[in-house]
C-alpha cells in the first residue's frame, strides 16, 4: 500500500479524490489489487444523509467511471470518461435536494461499476 502523497505524486490527479474525502459527506476510498500485488482499481463512495449515493471506480487515468444513486438504489446520474472529467463533474453535481440535482431514475443497472471486480465490462 502506498500513502496519499506517495499517489498523488504519481498520479497528480488524484489530489482531488483526497480534497473530496474532507467534504462532507466524506468519500471513502478502497483499492483492490491483482494477483501481482499491484492496484487493479481505486473505488469510493460517499452516502448521503437522505439515502442517495455517490460511487466511482477508478481502473486508470483513462477508465473513469461515476455514479448516484437514489435511497431506493436507482440510478439518477452517472458519467463514464477519463479521470479528469469525471472529477470536473462530480465537483460540479449538485448535492441531492439542491436545484438542479438529478433525482429521476434513468436506465441501466445500478451494478455497472462491476468491471472493476475484473469483469468484462458491459458495452
Known amino acids: ?11 497528480p490527479q488524484l489530489a ?3 480534497e473530496m474525502r474532507s467534504t462532507p459527506p466524506a468519500w471513502h476510498f478502497t483499492q483492490t489489487l491483482g494477483p501481482d500485488g499491484e492496484v487493479h482499481a ?4 460517499r452516502v448521503w444523509s437522505d439515502g442517495y449515493a455517490d460511487s466511482m471506480g477508478i481502473l486508470g487515468q ?7 444513486v437514489n435511497p431506493n438504489g436507482e440510478k439518477v ?3 463514464t470518461d ?15 435536494g ?10 441501466g443497472s445500478v ?13
Open 62 to 68: 483513462e477508465d473513469v467511471q461515476a455514479l448516484r
Open 1 to 11: 500500500m502506498i500513502t496519499p502523497g506517495q499517489a498523488v505524486q504519481t498520479y
Open 82 to 96: 477519463t479521470l479528469a472529467v469525471v472529477l470536473d463533474e462530480l465537483a460540479a453535481l449538485p448535492a441531492p
Open 111 to 123: 451494478h455497472e461499476l462491476h468491471h472493476l471486480r475484473g469483469l468484462p465490462r458491459a458495452q
Open 77 to 79: 446520474w452517472k458519467s
Open 98 to 107: 439542491q436545484q438542479n440535482a438529478p433525482h429521476l431514475a434513468i436506465a
Open 16 to 18: 482531488r479524490l483526497f
Open 42 to 45: 481505486v473505488v469510493g463512495v
